[in-house]
């Protein structure tokens, strides 16, 4: 059995302080130097160094075909006063069928600490759940990678298990960078599990979720 679909809309959803829209190639440089930061290079498998031809691929080509058919979708994250680029979140791994994608987020150095990733992954899972239809997202943090594990809790993500050895991370050593195998923490989330994150999320000073999408 299978189930047809016509790939993701091309849209973008606003929050209180974050629009996920498609990326321009006018985001190439910005897309390209947040890439290259140390910690991105660590947790991702992008290629390192990543060129603006790089970013102009993702931006061209990459991302609009994912959408169109159905793969997934890119969303590039940027500040609703200032439009300044601070992250992505993508979606991948979409199965149409079961109704299920994996996301994932990069945000730039200088946009860290601020709740952006946590603001930008919850507009997504709800726009995800409530506008498409999906009744499950999954999430895959590095056994190490701690800042992406707070994400997953804040947005009301469970824990499921630990793939063991399933992911290639990357360490700085003398002579560059070197791979590192580590294990990956799986979470889920159901629509049924952002039952009361937004209010708990308003009570301890975060932040209102998605306003809009169009």
């Known amino acids: 059995m299978t189930t047809a679909f016509s790939g993701f809309p091309d849209i973008s959803i606003s929050t209180e302080r974050l629009v996920l829209r498609p990326f321009e190639e006018a985001d190439a440089p910005a897309l390209a130097e947040m890439m290259n930061d140390e910690l991105v290079t660590a947790w991702t498998s992008f290629p390192q160094p990543y060129t603006e031809a790089d970013a102009r691929g993702l931006i061209t080509v990459t991302a609009p075909a994912e959408r169109t058919e159905g793969r997934g979708i890119v969303f590039a994250v940027t500040e609703f006063l200032t439009q300044r680029l601070v992250g992505i979140v993508h979606l991948h791994h979409t199965d149409w069928r ?81 791979d590192v195998r580590t294990d990956l923490i799986v979470w889920s989330l159901l629509p049924e599990d952002l039952d009361g994150v937004i209010d708990q999320l308003s009570e301890t000073g975060g932040f209102t979720a998605f306003s809009d999408w169009s």
């Not at 997504?124 to 809790?153: G, M």
């Not at 499921?160 to 399933?166: C, K, P, Y």
């Open 98 to 178: 079961v109704r299920s994608s994996e996301i994932s987020y990069v945000i730039a150095p200088w946009a860290r600490g601020e709740g952006y990733a946590s603001e930008a992954a919850l507009a997504t899972a709800q726009w995800l759940f409530h506008d498409q239809k999906f009744e499950r997202l999954e999430l895959r943090t590095a056994a190490d990678n701690t800042a992406s594990q707070q994400v997953a809790q804040k947005i009301g993500c469970i824990s499921e298990g630990v793939l063991r050895g399933a992911f290639i991370a990357r360490t700085r050593t003398e002579s560059g960078w070197a």
